[in-house]
């Protein structure tokens, strides 16, 4: 009987401890899977935004976004299948007549071409600052809902600074979106208060 005890236990010891050497064996050759996050890309950002689900809600949300495109235009490095997508994608917040200004073909070689000047010029778009919600002028002319506002580019060329101050127009279309209408350099406050 003595026998019989001391062989239940030496197999159960024995099963123990092969279950104790598989945990320890499978956890030391197990992979592991921490991976870093993948921090996405201006571009990727960008470009992952569903304009038809995600459409900015105000006239400053629009501008932030057409900003934000710009900035990628001038700042990031991209494939020329990235700048089409870009391209394509800052389009779908401009007004229908605005986009009727000029061809496809029109408007990516002056892209280009703006994209080039400012990059052989070494300049960068450091910061943008839009008007507040506050400031946005809305007027209702022609039978349309007219939004205006500013933008505040900060330039950096080298370790000089610049501001460019621009003023867009934007027009609320049938779905009730605000798009770009048009935007060019406000005038200095300074020559508007001479005159």
């Known amino acids: 009987m003595k026998r019989s005890k001391w062989t239940t236990r030496s197999i159960m ?9 598989g945990i320890y064996y499978f956890m030391l050759n197990r992979t592991t899977t921490t991976e870093e996050p993948v921090e ?5 950002n960008v470009l992952a935004r569903n304009l038809e689900r995600n459409y900015p809600p105000t006239p400053k949300e629009v501008v932030k976004y057409f900003s934000e495109i ?6 990031e490095t991209y494939t ?4 089409e997508k ?8 401009y007004d229908d007549e605005l986009i009727a200004n000029t061809t496809d073909e029109q408007y990516m070689r002056t892209l280009k071409s703006d994209i080039e000047n400012f990059k052989t010029n070494q300049c960068v778009i450091s910061s943008y600052a839009t008007s507040a919600s506050t400031d946005v002028d809305y007027f209702s002319q022609d039978g349309y809902d007219w939004a205006r ?9 080298g370790s000089s600074l610049g501001a460019l101050n621009q003023v867009f127009i934007l027009r609320k279309d049938a779905d009730g979106h605000w798009k770009i209408y048009g935007w060019e350099t406000a005038p200095d406050e300074e020559e ?4």
Request: aromatic share 8%.
């Open 80 to 83: 020329d299948a990235e700048l």
């Open 13 to 21: 010891i024995i099963i123990l401890m092969c279950a104790i050497a």
């Open 40 to 44: 996405a890309s201006a571009i990727t």
């Open 86 to 93: 870009m391209a394509e994608k800052i389009k779908e917040i």
């Open 70 to 75: 710009t900035q990628c235009f001038y700042n």
């Open 149 to 157: 506002l500013y933008c505040v580019y900060t330039l950096r060329k």
């Open 192 to 195: 508007t208060s001479n005159e």
